[in-house]
């Protein structure tokens, strides 16, 4: 499925009728898989950004992917630039029978600087647990500061490394500002690291 947005104009809490949450919405609407408690009703385009909530624009999406990972990351991201441009989402389905999709590319525009978020929709946090990177233990790759090949860890070619692709390649997050890699990635808050 596809959805696109030639411009992502953020809610304007002044000037429309929002609600005490902050959200347009009292609730969002139920399609089929969000009944799971691990599964958060998943905007395509969040609230914040303008999306609506109805069917058309949600989808079961695990819940700490939607809250904490990659999705909030990248809403973060939006709402900081004050919007986007040239927005498409494709929300890829594993097979015709199931309603919860298996993965999200989303491509916009920051700043006349086109991005490329990719991830699956599973727990991030039950991942990182999965491949060891949740260990604090101090001869992990994040440690390292000397220069790596940023070919390996930047599978999609753009010249910029996500924090999905860092992971897979085994690096620990947070990545911090006197690593190698940070330069390579997008630290939305400024605060000198990425993933914390």
């Not at 039950?126 to 001869?139: A, F, M, Q, R």
């Not at 790596?148 to 085994?170: F, H, Y």
């Amino acid at each position: 499925m596809k959805v696109v947005a030639d411009e992502i104009i953020l809610q304007d809490d002044s000037a429309e009728p929002v609600l005490s949450s902050g959200r347009y919405f009292s609730d969002e609407a139920k399609v089929p898989g969000v009944e799971s408690d691990k599964l958060d009703e998943g905007h395509i385009i969040a609230d914040s950004l303008g999306g609506v909530s109805n069917a058309y624009n949600i989808t079961p999406q695990e819940s700490t992917l939607n809250r904490h990972g990659d999705q909030a990351y990248l809403e973060d991201a939006i709402r900081k630039a004050g919007g986007a441009t040239n927005f498409e989402a494709i929300i890829t389905y594993p097979d015709t029978k199931t309603q919860v999709p298996s993965d999200y590319q989303y491509t916009y525009t920051l700043h006349g600087n086109e991005i490329i978020d990719t991830f699956d929709n599973v727990n991030p946090d039950e991942v990182n647990e999965s491949l060891g990177l949740t260990n604090d233990d101090s001869s992990n790759s994040n440690g390292s500061t000397e220069e790596g090949d940023v070919s390996s860890v930047d599978t999609n070619g753009n010249g910029q490394v996500t924090i999905q692709e860092a992971k897979d390649a085994g690096f620990s997050m947070p990545i911090t500002s006197d690593h190698w890699l940070y330069q390579y990635m997008r630290d939305n808050d400024g605060d000198g690291m990425v993933g914390e």
